[in-house]
């Protein structure tokens, strides 16, 4: 059964980084990059929105709140996605879920709280 665990969230003052990294197992022998992975989040009363994914071919998609201050990066052969995060504002707070799809198959993480706040 595949499992996404996130780690590194927390409370992080203005202005501050943050390192998120997700372990994805229970591939079967798949790897990451042979699918689409990387990083949603969710903030009080809002839905569920990407900040920065991977696809297959290496391109990479980010949110255009978050460009310039995110970069996604995955390491196949570990099978892990992390999120390094600069300049965090107070509206970057919400919960950061681990996103992984092969083909029509999606997987999230459970989520890990980031909070920005002085």
């Known amino acids: 059964q595949v499992q996404l665990v996130e780690s590194g969230g927390g409370l992080v003052q203005p202005g501050g980084s943050l390192r998120l990294s997700c372990a994805v197992s229970?591939?079967?022998?798949?790897?990451?990059?042979?699918?689409?992975t990387g990083w949603y989040r969710e903030a009080p009363g809002k839905q569920r929105d990407l900040v920065a994914i991977?696809?297959?071919?290496?391109?990479?998609s980010t949110a255009m709140s978050v460009k310039g201050r995110a970069t996604v990066s995955r390491n196949g052969a570990q099978n892990t996605v992390t999120l390094q995060m600069n300049n965090l504002k107070p509206e970057d707070t919400a919960v950061y879920y681990c996103?992984?799809?092969?083909?029509?198959?999606?997987?999230w993480g459970q989520g890990t709280q980031v909070t920005v706040s002085s």
């Open positions: 229970g591939t079967s022998g798949r790897q990451i990059d042979s699918g689409v």
């Open positions: 991977i696809h297959e071919t290496g391109d990479i």
């Open positions: 996103y992984q799809r092969w083909g029509g198959d999606t997987y």
